[in-house]
């Protein structure tokens, strides 16, 4: 089994997988994810403020793609149950003492609040195909949403701030998406896939691109978390095992004229 784990200002090279198997999106990764060919962002634990263990917290991103169907899989992995704000447990639920008039944790990646304050929980993973430190699509639940009605593919409309509705436009193309339960006890990870996802690459299977992680609220006392990174270039790596494997071929030409 080949996982690639990368740092968060790591690099690495990636060839299309087609392996023996493919991630369970069942909302906990586990082992379900033991497969061939996934790499593995890694985010630094403990980067939100405002309280400790929470669902907001970002330790990694994971990435899996299968050229044969074309899928591109992915998962993020938080602190306890994605989408639980104060990490009681609950990700419906304010169990922090003596909270704040904002300090308020929506179910299903939601929305709510009181005393004329709203909060709106979002996560997203943003995708900049041609890297040209623009981000095109958006895979997440928009600000103004919720996971169970809206966690989607999503046309990005914006800049590098995600908290805006406004900035999540509507995808009308041939690629779909499929998500793993709402963030709870028995799924407390983010697991979704891109079907087509070469329709957003003008239809090349050689996956290239920058990505964006962003999950958190916009409203409240906790800060977010975001992760970057880049999925590399594989037709590099092609091309040096193309270029190795030519080599050796030589060598053993040579050797095996020099023996005769």
Not at 137 to 148: H, I, K, L, Q, S
Request: glycine fraction near 16%; include cysteine; hydrophobic fraction near 35%.
């Amino acid at each position: 089994m080949a996982t690639f784990w990368v740092g968060a200002l790591g690099a690495c090279l990636m060839v299309p997988y087609r392996g023996e198997g493919a991630p369970i999106l069942d909302g906990d990764i586990g082992t379900d994810w033991d497969v061939s060919g996934v790499y593995v962002f890694a985010d630094e634990a403990g980067d939100v403020t405002g309280v400790s263990d929470s669902g907001y917290d970002i330790l990694a991103t994971h990435f899996y793609y299968d050229s044969t169907p074309d899928v591109l899989y992915v998962a993020i992995d938080t602190d306890g149950i994605a989408g639980d704000a104060d990490g009681d447990g609950n990700p419906g639920n304010w169990g922090g003492a003596n909270p704040a008039p904002n300090d308020v944790d929506p179910a299903d990646y939601g929305f709510g609040g009181g005393q004329g304050i709203t909060v709106y929980e979002s996560f997203g993973v943003a995708f900049d195909m041609n890297r040209d430190e623009t981000y095109d699509y958006v895979a997440g639940v928009r600000p103004n949403g919720d996971y169970t009605d809206d966690a989607g593919l999503y046309v990005w409309g914006g800049g590098a701030d995600f908290w805006y509705d406004d900035d999540w436009d509507s995808y009308s193309g041939a690629a779909t998406t499929s998500w793993s339960p709402s963030p709870g006890d028995s799924a407390p990870d983010i697991e979704f896939k891109i079907t087509g996802f070469s329709l957003l690459n003008n239809n090349s299977k050689v996956i290239d691109f920058n990505f964006r992680v962003h999950n958190g609220s916009f409203g409240d006392n906790i800060g977010e978390d975001f992760a970057v990174g880049s999925v590399p270039e594989p037709r590099v790596l092609g091309l040096l095992a193309t270029l190795s494997l030519m080599g050796a071929f030589r060598r053993r030409r040579r050797v095996a004229t020099e023996g005769t």
